[in-house]
């Protein structure tokens, strides 16, 4: 298997070196070799595998926020398990969220699962972002309440 990516490899750079690659234009298969078909295939399902992988990948970070955040929100805004005890209420929560998760933060906000709730990202200075980018991102979550006090 090994050889056989080192000869794919090979004939691509033979193929992209004597002709023009547009990846602008759809491709005319008439106009390709037999061997070029081929090739096209092999890397075809190439890309097609690695971006379903991809999108897995992506998909199951997003999960596992959305599932991480509504647990603890759900617990606290709902349930009010860490101040039942003290008679008191808990209106707004704040959570650390790891640094891995900053692209899946912003779509995971936007899901229907969040629709009773606000989630607001807080503002902190660039510089410290920057300075220190695996710091863990603060979201401030309070329920929607409508007509009063539930």
């Known amino acids: 298997m090994f050889t056989l ?3 794919l490899e090979v004939i691509t750079i033979r193929v992209k070196v004597r002709s023009i ?5 759809q491709v005319n298969l008439n ?3 037999p061997v070029d078909k081929v090739i096209a295939g092999f890397v075809s399902q190439w890309h097609q595998r690695e971006s379903e992988q991809e999108f897995a990948r992506i998909t199951k970070m997003d999960e596992q926020l959305s599932e991480t955040i509504l647990a603890f929100t759900h617990a606290e805004l709902n349930k009010n398990a860490s101040l039942a005890k003290h008679d008191t209420k ?3 929560i704040v959570l650390a969220i ?3 998760y900053k692209e899946s933060l912003g779509r995971v906000m936007q899901r229907k699962d969040f629709i009773s709730y606000n989630l607001e990202l807080i503002e902190e200075n660039s510089d410290m972002r920057k300075a220190f980018n695996n710091m863990p991102i603060p979201l401030k ?3 929607k309440v409508v007509g009063g006090d539930d």
Not at 21 to 25: A, F, G, N, R
């Open 90 to 92: 808990c209106v707004e």
């Open 141 to 143: 979550i309070t329920k």
């Open 31 to 33: 106009e390709l070799k």
């Open 21 to 25: 690659v547009d990846t602008d234009k």
């Open 98 to 100: 790891d640094a891995k």
């Open 5 to 7: 990516k080192i000869h």
